[in-house]
C-alpha cells in the first residue's frame, strides 16, 4: 500500500519562509509527476506546482512564480516546496501529489498526502 505523508507546515510571519516535504513509501514501481496542490480558505482547491520525472516544471498558480520552487529526490521518493516570502494569502493546506505506479501491473494512478497547513500571519 502505498502512502504519501507530508510535513514542514506551520505558522510564520508575512515575508518568511517554509519548507514543505512529502516522502513517499510502500509498493511503488515508478513515479511520474510529482506536485503540489493548496486549499486555501473560501476557495476550492488548486494546483500550485508540478515536476515531471525529467525535471520540467510546471507552475498553475502565478502568484508564486518566483517565490516557490519544487523539487524532487528520486531516490528517496520525495517531493519539496521552498516557500519564501510568504504572504497572508498563501494560507490554507498543502497537499502533494504523486501519480504512480505501484507495480509494473498497474497504470499510474494519483496518490495524495494528507495534507500540512500553512499559515501566515501579516
Known amino acids: 500500500q502505498v502512502q504519501l505523508v507530508e510535513s514542514g507546515g506551520g505558522l510564520v510571519q508575512a515575508g518568511g519562509s517554509l519548507r514543505l516535504s512529502c516522502v513517499a513509501s510502500g509498493n511503488i514501481f515508478e513515479i511520474n509527476t510529482m506536485g503540489w496542490h493548496r486549499h486555501r480558505p473560501g476557495k476550492f482547491r488548486e494546483p500550485v506546482v508540478e515536476?515531471?520525472?525529467?525535471?520540467?516544471?510546471?507552475y498553475y498558480a502565478d502568484s508564486v512564480k518566483g517565490r516557490f520552487t519544487i523539487s524532487r529526490d528520486n531516490a528517496k521518493n520525495a517531493v519539496y516546496l521552498e516557500m519564501n516570502d510568504l504572504k497572508p494569502e498563501d494560507s490554507g493546506d498543502y497537499f502533494c501529489?504523486?501519480?504512480?505506479?505501484?507495480?509494473?501491473?498497474?497504470?499510474?494512478?494519483?496518490?495524495w498526502g494528507q495534507g500540512t497547513q500553512v499559515t501566515v500571519s501579516s
Open positions: 501529489k504523486m501519480n504512480l505506479r505501484p507495480s509494473s501491473n498497474f497504470v499510474s494512478t494519483n496518490y
Open positions: 515536476v515531471t520525472s525529467g525535471g520540467t516544471t510546471d
